[in-house]
């Protein structure tokens, strides 16, 4: 069980670091520059990079060992995170330098999930956890750190200087480098597949896409996960803070965030437990079921206890079908492409967030909060009755078993 403990402590502290630093590099930047239009122009620069670094590093994971892959990307990211409090030290951050750095953290950032990500089929086959299994124990750890990571990131910006705190979340990802590092290289193997002849660079690149789109079952779970993704940022990222300015308790917002978070930790401990008890369609329907419940009610902006009430059905609904999403996509592609079909994958949830929050900043300005709020709520909503009422998630069980034994 050695490497699965590794595999999952590196998730871990990757993403704990990635949600501190989610939460403390905006408020840096407003620190060193004092303008919020500078920490806009930031997450600007660096979105573009990750994305394409997503779209096309995908083929360079499917090509070399993927533990490899993984280890290379977290030291980049560490690195370019290292880098900043160095520079602060010596000539004093401006914007200039957390653009620079950001963009090269960006071609750690993306990768390295889409690297780790790639893993799950060998790691698998080391251990006697099943596939199932595996994906929920990762999305528990993974909400844990959600959960945990702002406040240890508000501690952190109170205890220490904002440039202090930098050292710490590129500790994080040098502690998930030396983490993966630990794992066996032959987990990360790829096995060559017997071809008339080898595909360029180019050609695997399109190869993955058509995967993406042309598979019917992939196609659908990443529309899922992508109006998924929109929906939640619009959520996070403005409305929800518009409407408890509105109402003059902007302090509540976190709260209604942690119990998506809670929910998220329940739903995905539930799957862990449970997985194989019940049919993976039931999973599906009822994951979607109480995530449309959740963001219908939250859309209405109704009283606070209610939003937190239904914040943590969202969270319930989307840890139940979460994991299983994740297994679709690692069970329903070649695992020799796994690097090119979840890299762009992860790329297009990287660009789906900012286009929804821009779109749900649009809708607010010339029409309404409520429009906006309800608008979202309604693109979900369709999405998952498309979901369940379509051909391509109705049978959802494997042919063969998945579990391994060492």
């Known amino acids: 069980m050695r490497t699965p403990v590794l595999y999952l402590g590196s998730y871990f502290v990757s993403v704990l670091g990635n949600s501190i630093a989610a939460i403390a590099l905006p408020l840096i930047v407003l620190q060193a520059t004092g303008s919020a239009m500078s920490a806009g122009w930031v997450a600007a ?8 670094a997503g779209l096309f590093m995908g083929v360079v994971i499917d090509r070399i060992n993927r533990v490899t892959s993984s280890v290379v990307t977290d030291l980049v990211s560490a690195a370019s995170v290292a880098a900043l409090p160095i520079v602060d030290g010596l000539v004093g951050l401006e914007v200039g330098w957390f653009v620079l ?23 698998a086959r080391g251990s006697r956890l099943s596939l199932e299994r595996l994906i929920g124990l990762r999305e528990s750890l993974g909400s844990i750190s959600l959960l945990i990571g702002p406040a240890v990131a508000g501690l952190l910006m109170t205890l220490f200087e904002g440039s202090t705190v930098l050292w710490i979340t590129a500790g994080t990802s ?24 080898p595909l360029g660079a180019w050609a695997e690149f399109v190869e993955g896409w058509r995967l993406l789109t042309r598979t019917r079952l992939i196609a659908m779970v990443t529309g899922l996960m992508l109006f998924s993704v929109m929906v939640l940022s619009a959520f996070q990222a403005l409305i929800l803070p518009v409407h408890f300015t509105l109402i003059d308790r902007p302090g509540l917002l976190g709260f209604v965030l ?54 943590f059905v969202l969270g319930l609904g989307s840890g139940l079908c979460g994991a299983l999403l994740g297994l679709l996509t690692v069970s329903g592609v070649p695992e020799t492409a796994l690097g090119r079909v979840m890299g762009t994958q992860n790329a297009l949830v990287t660009a789906a967030a900012p286009a929804a929050i821009l779109l749900a900043a649009v809708v607010i300005e010339h029409v309404s909060l409520t429009a906006a709020a309800l608008g979202f709520v309604a693109l979900w909503v369709l999405t998952s009755v498309a979901a369940v009422a379509g051909p391509a998630l109705r049978d959802l069980e494997p042919i063969e078993p998945e579990t391994i034994d060492a």
Not at 45 to 52: E, F
């Open 45 to 52: 620069a660096t979105a573009v990079p990750a994305v394409l």
């Open 174 to 197: 040098l502690l998930a480098a030396l983490l993966t590092l630990g794992i066996p290289r032959g987990v990360g193997r790829i096995e060559a597949v017997p071809a008339t002849a």
């Open 101 to 123: 750095f950001g963009i090269i953290g960006s071609l750690g950032d993306v990768p390295g999930m889409t690297a780790r990500e790639a893993l799950l089929p060998g790691i």
């Open 258 to 311: 942690t119990s998506i978070a809670a929910g998220l930790l329940v739903g995905s401990a539930i799957y862990v437990v449970l997985a194989r008890r019940f049919a993976r369609r039931t999973w599906l329907v009822t994951g979607l079921l109480l995530s449309s419940l959740g963001f219908v009610v939250i859309g209405l902006l109704p009283a606070t206890w209610l939003l937190f009430a239904a914040g």
